[in-house]
Nanobody, 126 residues
Framework: QVQLVESGGGLVQTGGSLRLSCAAS????????MGWFRQAPGKEREFVSV????????YYADSVKGRFTISRDKAKDTVYLQMNSLKPEDTAVYYC???????????????????WGQGTQVTVSS
């Protein structure tokens, strides 16, 4: 019943752009922080970005800062990740995740998140 479904992945050339979407259903996530993680072949899952229940609260991994932008539309229960200036090292499966409301630092660890999507593949050709 509770689902996070990613879409928008695909194949793009170096320097290109993609816009990922994450549609949530099954429960209200308006007071959750929503994050994006990615996992490349042979590597561990890593944090990419997060946006809080307050849409003005965002955080980015150093590797994507200045290139990626996270946003959310609470009315549509949808989170987005705009990815610009893509590099081959951005190639990975991208996962959407939801972190329950709490006081403290912006959640950046996989352990902070309770709900996960199935992922969408992003491939950046050299």
């Amino acid at each position: 019943q509770v689902q996070l479904v990613e879409s928008g992945g695909g194949l793009v050339q170096t320097g290109g752009s993609l816009r990922l979407s994450c549609a949530a259903s099954g429960r209200a996530f308006s007071d959750y922080a929503m994050g994006w993680f990615r996992q490349a072949p042979g590597k561990e899952r890593e944090f990419v970005s997060v946006i809080g229940w307050n849409v003005w609260t965002t955080y980015y991994a150093d590797s994507v800062k200045g290139r990626f932008t996270i946003s959310r539309d609470k009315a549509k229960d949808t989170v987005y990740l705009q990815m610009n200036s893509l590099k081959p090292e951005d190639t990975a499966v991208y996962y959407c995740a939801a972190s329950p409301p709490r006081r403290g630092p912006t959640p950046r660890l996989i352990y902070d998140y309770d709900y996960w999507g199935q992922g969408t593949q992003v491939t950046v050709s050299s």
